[in-house]
């Protein structure tokens, strides 16, 4: 899909950043969403520019409707409307279930389930017109097994693996992809900002390959994800977890 133009919320994060290196490394144009790391964001398409793509640095709530389609807006002015919807925004909530309030929830729900309704539908009549378009999302291997401490953030993610199953179906006759990318413990600044150094380590004894992931391993499957070569993948939750919870 060279000189398609990729959106990639939450692009500035360490996951988000991998994507964006992935897609630039295949020709792909790239809209670098952020919420409030303007330099992180900046540094990031810097560096993407380096393999000869064209990288804008996008603000936006992924939370909120009206700068949604401010941001779809700018993109298509600069550089063209979107062929392939990233939605990679995404915080963490960690503590007990029962401690969790009103704000945590709404927090944790609009971001991820919120954002990536509002995302999607953004950009999608324009692929639906064109018949042709990759939609990814990312989840978690929470989204899936469930994690202790993180209830909300697991059931977001649950959330979104449903959504891609049901979005894929619906929107297959449109000859758009829809499929979910669901990281394991990958080495990222949120993980390390949870877990001690002591704790990687032992995390990493849990996993069968014996290592953390890294987020250029996550890329490169969005990368492939978004080539002709994955024109028949469709309603997918990958995940990317070194066999940990298979």
């Known amino acids: ?28 144009s790239l809209a670098i969403g952020y919420y409030r790391n303007k330099e992180q964001a900046q540094r990031l398409a810097d560096s993407c520019r380096q393999q000869g793509i064209e990288a804008l640095p996008v603000a936006c709530d992924v939370t909120d409707w009206n700068q949604m ?11 063209g409307a979107p062929t392939i919807l990233i939605h990679c925004a995404g915080i963490a909530q960690v503590g007990l279930f029962q401690d969790m309030t009103k704000q945590d929830y709404d927090r944790v729900m609009d971001t991820h389930v919120r954002g990536a309704f ?10 639906i017109q064109q018949k042709t378009g990759r939609i990814i999302l990312i989840s978690s291997i929470w989204g899936e097994t469930g994690g202790a401490g993180e209830v909300l953030y697991s059931a977001a993610k649950g959330a979104i693996n449903g959504m891609t199953k ?8 449109s000859g758009i992809t829809v ?3 669901a990281p394991g413990a990958i080495q990222t600044d949120m993980l390390q900002a949870q877990l001690t150094e002591e704790e990687q380590l032992a995390l990493a004894d ?18 492939y ?22």
């Open 69 to 79: 389609r401010q941001a779809y807006r700018k993109i298509q002015f600069s550089l």
């Open 166 to 173: 049901a979005l894929a179906k619906e929107l297959a006759p």
């Open 225 to 246: 994800l978004c080539s002709p070569a994955a024109a028949y993948i469709t309603g997918q939750v990958i995940h990317v977890n070194g066999g940990w919870y298979t």
């Open 118 to 127: 509002y995302f999607v539908q953004t950009g999608l009549p324009y692929l």
């Open 179 to 181: 499929n979910a990318v």
């Open 1 to 28: 899909m060279t000189e398609s133009v990729a959106w990639i919320t939450g692009a500035s994060g360490g996951i988000g950043a991998g994507i964006a290196r992935a897609l630039a490394q295949q020709g792909i």
């Open 206 to 223: 849990e996993i069968p390959i014996g290592r953390l992931g890294r987020v250029d391993e996550v890329g490169s499957l969005v990368g």
